[in-house]
């Protein structure tokens, strides 16, 4: 692989992936909106392009040449997507066909497309396996599992090869903790940093299998070179699920603060209950697992916020 659209790379997961293929060698351009990301985030080495993937024929010049497309761009978030469907369609649907076009027009090898644990829904009992039947509850969620029956279809329709990698909460350096649902961790280690209890939705019994963002990386490298595509969805996520109040003490701990009582308001529609990744799939077709324990991600994750502080919301 030598030249790699990498779409949402000045986001927070984008553009550690667009630093991971420059760092191997590889020629990295970057196509963005802003809409959530910053060109600061874009590193020096890659081309970066201004494109809403929406548009038509907005990424036929930074797409042409590349053998791989790495599509990290979204509207990642349930609750704005429950608050406006349209737009999450747009951002998350539409942007992903127009790309799978112009991957075909470009003769491009193989996709990786970032998916989403929101697929499986909220009545997943135990472990969120891959065989299971999808039932998203929110329009992210449902929008996202589109997109994967869009690039499971595009082998045989467009000639694409596609990767679908459903990623259970990502955390760690640069993500935006103005971002109200992914952002969980971002958003509890700025309130220790600065002495404040978070907010919790709902009692804080809802738990997460929090991944941290260097395991996402690989896990898109991986993709991105494994012989099997074929449109696979995978989970992307440890399987160690971790609840919201234990998250927090984690936090204060790496924080060196006291555990402070959080605040609580009231659950959200669209947030489901327990999430845990199977993560036997990805191991057999990717060679994939998690690999960093929370601890060590979340004092990756505290060192960055104390040394961009500027970064809270
Ligand atoms: N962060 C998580 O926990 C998590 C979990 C599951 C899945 N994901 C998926 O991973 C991907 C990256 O998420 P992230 O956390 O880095 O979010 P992010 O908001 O930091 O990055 C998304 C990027 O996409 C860009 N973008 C949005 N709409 C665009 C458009 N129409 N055209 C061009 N660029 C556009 C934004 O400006 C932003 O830079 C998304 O596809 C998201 O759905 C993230």
């Known amino acids: 692989m030598t030249r790699v659209l990498v779409t949402g790379g000045a986001g927070f997961i984008g553009s550690h992936i667009a630093d991971a293929l420059l760092a191997r060698g590889d020629e990295v351009i970057v196509a963005d909106d802003l809409s959530s990301g910053h060109r600061e985030n874009v590193p020096a080495g890659a081309r970066f392009v201004e494109a809403d993937l929406a548009e038509p024929e907005t990424l036929t010049d930074a797409i042409a040449g590349c053998d791989g497309v790495i599509h990290c761009a979204a509207r990642a978030s349930v609750t704005t997507s429950i608050d406006d469907p349209v737009h999450s369609n747009r951002a998350n649907l539409q942007a992903s066909t127009r790309l799978l076009l112009a991957a075909r027009d470009a003769g ?21 396996h891959e065989a299971l039947r999808e039932r998203p509850v929110s329009p992210y969620g449902m929008n996202k599992l589109a997109a994967e029956h869009l690039f499971r279809m595009a082998p045989a329709l467009y000639g694409v090869d596609t990767v679908c990698l459903r990623y259970f909460n990502v955390y760690g350096p640069r993500q935006d903790p103005s971002s109200p649902y992914s952002g969980v961790i971002s958003l509890f280690v700025t309130a220790a940093l600065e002495g404040r209890p978070p907010t919790i ?23 991105l070179d494994a012989p099997v595509g074929g449109g696979a ?49 990805v191991a057999e077709l990717l060679g994939w697992r998690a690999e960093v324990p929370l601890d060590a991600g979340l004092e990756a994750t505290v060192a960055w916020y104390r040394a961009h502080p500027l970064a809270a919301p």
Do not use: K, M
Request: proline content about 4%.
């Open 201 to 223: 939705y709902g009692d804080g019994g809802q738990s997460r299998d929090f991944t941290f963002v260097g395991d996402v990386v690989r896990a898109n490298l991986a993709a």
């Open 108 to 128: 491009v090898r193989r996709l990786v497309y970032s998916s989403t644990s929101a697929v499986y829904g909220d009545e997943v009992e135990g472990e969120a």
């Open 233 to 281: 969805a995978v989970n992307i996520g440890g399987g160690r699920p971790t609840d919201l109040l234990a998250l927090w003490a984690a936090i204060c701990r790496a924080c060196g603060v006291d555990n402070l009582q959080p605040d609580h308001g009231p659950a959200r529609p669209g947030d489901i209950r327990h999430s845990r990744a199977a993560v036997a799939r």
